[in-house]
């Protein structure tokens, strides 16, 4: 009988934590396609010695996210008077 209760008090366990880890998640709707949902769109003109990686320091970016709005930009070299998203 004593043997019982350590898998007894193993399976109780585990049901309490399932029970206690079931999720409850809010649902947003999204605005339509093309509007921004926070912040807003800036457009910078790059200086000739300007990279992403010094405009992301200077605005607050992330590298990834600059390569992700400015697709066929070199990330490096965007060259002077570059519109940058």
């Given at each position: 009988m004593l043997s019982r209760i350590p898998a007894v008090t193993r399976c109780l366990s585990l049901a309490a934590l399932?029970?206690?880890?079931?999720?409850?998640?809010?649902e947003f709707p999204l605005p339509?396609?093309?509007?921004?949902i926070v912040g807003q769109v800036?457009?910078?003109k790059a200086?000739?010695?300007?990279?992403?990686?010094?405009l992301g320091t200077q605005y607050d970016l992330g590298y990834l996210e600059m390569i992700a709005a400015?697709?066929?930009?070199d990330p490096w070299l965007p060259g002077?008077?570059?519109d940058i998203v």
């Open positions: 399932c029970a206690a880890s079931s999720v409850h998640a809010l339509p396609p093309g509007e921004d800036q457009v910078i200086k000739y010695e300007d990279t992403f990686a010094d400015n697709p066929g930009v002077a008077g570059k």
